[in-house]
């Protein structure tokens, strides 16, 4: 007779939830389903004390570890603070390439539209650079950053 087999519990399964002492405690934060050590920037997979605890020990000479009371919350909050800026400037750049890319393909599309050729989008280019220039000299290097030479065109248009 053979022996059933055993079915391994998932991490869906066992619904872990991030425990908040464990920022005060460990310097970890949750992300999704993951955490992530304010100290070292490194993702914890497993949201678990144990390997939060584990990766803290890790830090045992880190110049956060001896605080205590007050002065752990101030660095806590310190801590966080810097990796919510650094977020933002992520996110900024993100949006930024992402405007960039919509505004080629919006420039490619028209030229497709128009039957026009593809090496007439640098035309564009200099089109919209000089009355930005004008109006508004602080936006004039967004302007420089879109990407229009005619093979550009031709990916944007075909993979559209």
């Not at 310190?78 to 919510?84: F, G, I, P, T």
């Not at 490619?108 to 000089?130: F, M, N, P, Q, R």
């Not at 030479?149 to 031709?154: A, K, N, Q, V, Y």
Request: with cysteine.
């Amino acid at each position: 007779m053979s022996k059933p087999k055993i079915r391994k519990r998932t991490l869906q399964e066992e619904r872990r939830v991030f425990n908040e002492e464990w920022e005060l405690q460990f310097y970890v934060v949750a992300v999704k389903d993951k955490m992530m050590c304010f100290l070292c920037n490194s993702v914890i997979t497993t949201v678990k004390k144990y390997n939060a605890n584990q990766h803290y020990a890790t830090h045992k000479y880190h110049k956060y570890v001896a605080l205590e009371c007050e002065a752990r919350k101030e660095a806590l909050k310190k801590l966080k603070l810097q990796n919510q800026q650094q977020r933002q400037v992520f996110q900024s750049v993100s949006r930024q390439g992402t405007n960039i890319t919509e505004a080629t393909y919006r420039i490619a599309y028209i030229l497709g539209k128009k039957g026009k050729s593809y090496s007439g989008a640098e035309l564009v280019k200099d089109c919209t650079i000089e009355p930005v220039s004008c109006l508004d000299p602080d936006k004039v290097c967004k302007h420089k950053k879109l990407l229009l030479s005619r093979w550009t065109m031709i990916r944007a248009t075909k993979s559209q």
